[in-house]
């Protein structure tokens, strides 16, 4: 009997949540504009959401001031489980880089779940007469501040990987910070910048195209989508390592019910073999599963490694 009312009590919980949640779209927001890795992978979880959640999940671009504006937005909207935000590693530079933000990082947003993690592919364009790491590091030791990186604005997953790389390897590149991945990867491929560190799925296929040239990646270990693409680290910057990350957010004091049931149900996308395959086909790969609890230690702990690359770097805001 008692094994029965306990079997019943679980079988309720999902719907238990998702009465948490009002019958009427969630809106989950990208701080960034269409055409980048944040808004390809609110995307791609924001369709499997809308089967699961039963309802629809309207994806919102609202770019701007390195991701401030989307997370203001989402901090001061109402915490009833209808609005999430989709954070990458700007979220935790942030505190850092800018003297004061209209929201608190810890205190006015909670953590829901994890989404994706993948590697930035450090590319140049083909005028750049590097084909190796050491010979670009090599020519930007050569003549100071004449190479141009483009990121997708300040404390973007591009700007700091290209900021860490910088500071590794005592060159001084110029930082060319645009309104997102997209501008910034054209101006790349259009040779009015000379490098950038980004996601696989931003620029992918134009080394695929031979539009830009590729010279390293950025985690610990290669990756399978470019598996003769040496590390940073073995390609002569000892020490490198950077793997961008995208992961949801919400309003503080959303009911914690309706946070669970979000990310149980990305818990059950992520093990899902069509979109494993999916994340694959974009060079990122789904991460272990976590409870908002450990979300929220992971962000904790990337603002304290970041206020420290930022600190050391010298870092400043373009």
Not at 290 to 295: D, I, L
């Amino acid at each position: 009997m008692i094994r029965t009312l306990l079997a019943l009590c679980l079988a309720a919980l999902p719907f238990a949540a998702q009465a948490q949640i009002p019958d009427r779209p969630v809106k989950l927001l990208v701080p960034f504009p269409p055409g980048g890795a944040a808004d390809t992978f609110a995307r791609l979880a924001g369709d499997r959401l809308a089967t699961s959640l039963g309802r629809q999940v309207l994806v919102e671009n609202r770019p701007g001031a390195g991701g401030i504006i989307a997370t203001e937005a989402t901090a001061k909207s109402a915490p009833d489980g209808t609005t999430y935000l989709i954070v990458t590693v700007g979220h935790a530079v942030n505190p850092s880089l800018y003297q004061k933000l209209p929201y608190d990082t810890l205190a006015d947003l909670a953590p829901v779940a994890m989404v994706a993690s993948l590697p930035n592919v450090l590319v140049v364009h083909p005028s750049v007469p590097a084909t190796s790491v050491a010979e670009l590091i090599a020519l930007a030791k050569k003549s100071p501040g004449s190479l141009k990186y483009a990121s997708s604005g300040n404390a973007t997953t591009s700007h700091m990987a290209a900021a860490l790389l910088s500071s590794l390897a005592g060159v001084e590149l110029l930082h060319v910070p645009y309104k997102g991945a997209a501008p910034a990867v054209q101006d790349l491929v259009a040779g009015r910048v000379d490098l950038m560190l980004d996601p696989t799925v931003s620029v992918g296929n134009f080394v695929k195209q031979g539009r830009v040239k590729a010279l390293a990646v950025t985690t610990a270990k290669r990756t399978p989508l470019l598996p003769d693409l040496p590390t940073l680290a073995e390609a002569g910057v000892p020490g490198y390592e950077f793997q961008a990350w995208f992961l949801l957010v919400a309003p503080a004091k959303t009911p914690a019910a309706a946070i669970a049931r979000v990310n149980a149900d990305l818990a059950k996308i992520s093990a899902d073999a069509s979109y494993r395959e999916k994340l694959a086909s974009l060079g990122a790969e789904p991460v272990p599963p976590a409870s908002p609890e450990q979300v929220g230690a992971f962000i904790a702990t990337e603002m304290k490694r970041w206020a420290k690359v930022v600190k050391d770097a010298g870092i400043k805001v373009e």
